[in-house]
């Protein structure tokens, strides 16, 4: 009993020096941009991928949406909204990263044995990619400067986020930059399954529990 109230009381001090940190309200502010960017990667990039039966530009946007999850549960922790149970949503996108896994391992497949699916150049999905390129960089740059001087686990733990969102743009901008040039389609559905390991690292994080709370330990 003594040590449950340990631990609350350690959460209640934590939030109380989150709350009054000089950084708070630059987190605050910057979760914000990061939530209203993925919500527009996501979209642009589905929109985008659906056009051209891009798997390498869909699967990065189905990513982009979970890791929306991420991103937004962190800036609920710096409101100060109280209930966040964040390994029960890491545990959902885990579940959620392993459906998007089979999904683009079948549809990867059914590019490479299907002519009728192979993807076509998407100009719009280059453009979204090069942006998130060099946006997601600077957004895991300025959390990871601000979780050092806040000590804060759950801001590290979003800014790897943001930095493995950079590297599935690199993989998926490879893939769609090649089909565009060289005509290659088979190089869309290659750059797809090249992200699989890190989307698969991903989701067996999130399902052994390691939430942002977890970072902070």
Known sequence: MALLELKLLNTQLQSVEQSTSPYHKQ????????ILWMCAEAAIAI?????????????????????????????????????????RAA??????LFA???????????????????PEPTYLGIA????????MPWL???????????NSGSLKADAVQSSICAYLAWIALGGLVVNAIFKISLADPVAALLLLPII?????????GKSCSDCAR
């Open 27 to 34: 987190i605050v502010s910057l979760q914000l941009i990061t």
């Open 47 to 87: 929109f985008a991928a659906l056009r051209a039966h891009s798997v390498a530009l869909l699967g990065f946007g189905a990513d982009s949406g979970i890791e929306l999850v991420s991103a937004f549960v962190v800036f609920l922790r710096f409101k100060n909204i109280p209930h966040i149970d964040e390994k």
């Open 91 to 96: 545990r959902i996108n885990g579940l959620l």
């Open 100 to 118: 998007l896994a089979a999904f683009i391992l079948g549809s990867s497949i059914l590019a490479f044995t299907n002519p009728r699916f192979r």
């Open 128 to 135: 979204l990619l090069v942006a998130a390129a060099i946006v």
């Open 140 to 150: 895991s740059t300025q959390k990871r400067t601000l979780a050092a001087k806040t």
């Open 200 to 208: 698969l690292r991903e989701r067996l994080e999130a399902m052994q």
